[in-house]
């Protein structure tokens, strides 16, 4: 689903991504850990392009992130395409980053209305039954500012999810949540990777990596120093930069 | 005791006032609805409304300009605000009315590299008072508009955007749906008064001989004498217009406010239009 070969990101002089390598299969969950400043969020938001790589390759289920091969030249695609690409990407925020003027029925019908050009009966009738399935069905009309930060996580999933994205993006997705927060916005997570969704998720919760994840990724100073299945890489990691940051975060 | 000593003032001043017969109120009656002034009233409304809407207009365009990558947009917008907010506004409206039809005899619109002429007037006859009005305080307007607009953009959290291209939208489709209506709420209240501020600047077109409210008056008291009077109506509708423009901020703040965690207060309009409403039942 997510093939990344030696993808090298530099914001100016500073190079970020220095050659990651990552293969995700669908119905996959990957997690990836990793100190702050390791280039883990600045690799998730590669995969959307919501960030330009400066090197290498990374492709979405067969096709390049950004641009289009044409014979053995690549062209960046147009602002349109790149939209459209995203569309098939679900993301999720850090701080949720719902739209504050709509309600959270709108957050969630407003890209299946304006960008798949959605009937709006249907947008309503699905997005009803998202806010349903992460457990906010009576919040539909409340506003961002007047939920909870675990709630506004949900409702963000559900936005996401009303995309029917192939692919879904978690970046610390509960690192702004108080702790007695986390545990709702895990569970809806928990519940999608049983689904048999694909996911790739930036996070802290070590917990959830070894139940729910597929593969581990651990990522140091642009590099991904060590992966394997989430029991192999805690409970016996190889490198000493991933025991050292295991031993500060278990 | 403060509130005594000015009371005391202020009552003062009215008594003074009435004695001198400082103003006429039959004058004042006379030609309050008289023909000319509410001509007048009527084009500084209609000048003022027209001028404001199209320099919103402006302001939009102008300030995503200015917030766009490509630098030849950005040096465009750049300049247009230097331009239009450094240089009075007097000195723009004499510019359209006196300037352009000096220099440039006919306003002629052709199809480009052809010499198919689909338009030709005399300048003097396109260059109305109201026209060199509506194009000064617009294009001033737009100026000032367009740094309003954009402090309310950059207001806007950059997460929104994020969000939105995460989900497929493009990015006028972010403008115009997530970041604008959300800029709203920062660039209304300063929108409001500079609708209000427009009112009174439209003043200004007296000077080119457009005929609003203050040249109304102007015109009326050159003949009858009576400036007071006369200034004295034209201070009333120029309030009465203000305060119909207040009101419509209130709600139209309230409108934009939606999604806030702290909901407004009833201000200052709202204890105002609710003391009459009491005064008007009793």
Redesign the interface.
């Given at each position: 689903m997510v093939l990344a070969e030696s993808v090298q990101k530099w914001f100016g002089r500073n190079e970020v991504l220095r050659g990651i390598d990552l293969r995700v299969e669908p119905g996959e969950v990957s997690v990836i850990i990793g100190p702050s400043g390791s280039g883990k969020s600045t690799f998730l938001r590669c995969i959307n392009h919501l960030e330009k790589i400066s090197g290498g390759r990374l492709s979405v289920d067969g096709e390049l992130v950004g641009y289009r091969q044409q014979g053995d030249r690549i062209y960046e695609l147009k602002d349109k395409e790149v939209a459209r690409k995203r569309s098939e990407i679900g993301m999720v925020f850090q701080r949720f980053n719902l739209f504050g003027h709509m309600t959270a029925l709108e957050n969630i019908i407003e890209a299946p209305r304006h960008v798949l050009g959605r009937d709006r009966a249907t947008a309503i009738e699905r997005g009803r039954a998202l806010l349903e399935r992460v457990g906010l069905g009576d919040r539909a009309d409340a506003y961002p500012a007047h939920l909870s930060g675990g709630q506004q996580q949900r409702v963000a999933i559900a936005r996401a999810l009303a995309m029917d994205p192939k692919l879904m993006l978690f970046d610390e997705p509960t690192s702004a949540l108080d702790p007695e927060l986390v545990g709702d916005v895990l569970e809806v997570m928990k519940t999608l990777a049983g689904d048999g969704m694909t996911m790739v998720v930036v996070t802290h919760e070590m917990g959830f990596a070894r139940e729910v994840g597929d593969q581990l990724v651990f990522i140091d100073e642009g590099v991904v120093v060590e992966r394997g299945t989430p029991r192999d890489v805690i409970a016996s990691p190889q490198h000493a930069r991933t025991q050292a940051f295991l031993s500060k975060v278990l | 005791m403060s509130a005594v000593v000015v009371l005391a003032i202020v009552a003062w001043f009215v008594r003074a006032a009435l004695a001198s017969h400082f103003v006429d109120g039959r004058v004042v009656r006379q030609y309050l609805f008289s023909p000319l002034i509410l001509k007048g009233a009527r084009n500084t409304v209609l000048v003022a409304i027209l001028s404001q809407v199209v320099g919103v207009i402006l302001g939009v365009i102008f300030a995503v300009m200015r917030l766009t990558k490509n630098p030849v947009l950005k040096a465009v917008s750049g300049f247009y605000i230097w331009f239009f907010r450094g240089t009075p506004v007097l000195l723009q409206l004499f510019f359209w009315f006196n300037g352009v039809p000096s220099v440039f005899k006919h306003l002629t619109i052709a199809l480009p590299f052809t010499h198919v002429v689909l338009y030709s007037t005399p300048m003097t006859t396109f260059m109305t008072p109201f026209m060199a009005a509506f194009l000064g305080l617009a294009l001033n307007e737009g100026a000032y508009m367009a740094e309003i607009v954009r402090a309310g953009i950059m207001s806007v959290?950059e997460?929104?955007v994020?969000?939105?291209?995460?989900?497929?939208?493009?990015?006028g489709?972010t403008t115009r749906?997530?970041v604008l209506?959300?800029a709203m709420r920062v660039i209304i209240p300063p929108t409001g008064n500079e609708f209000i501020s427009m009112l009174k600047t439209s003043s200004l077109a007296s000077t080119i001989t457009y005929v609003e409210l203050l040249r109304a008056a102007g015109d009326i008291y050159s003949t009858n004498l009576q400036p007071v009077p006369l200034l004295v109506d034209a201070a009333i509708w120029y309030l009465a217009m203000t305060t119909v423009a207040s009101i419509g901020q209130h709600y139209l703040e309230r409108h934009?406010a939606?999604?806030?965690?702290r909901e407004m207060t009833p201000g200052f309009l709202r204890r105002l239009t609710g003391n009459l409403a009491l005064r008007g039942k009793r």
């Open positions: - | 959290d997460g929104q994020e969000a939105a291209s995460a989900l497929g939208m493009t990015s489709a749906r997530i209506p959300q934009y939606r999604g806030q965690a």
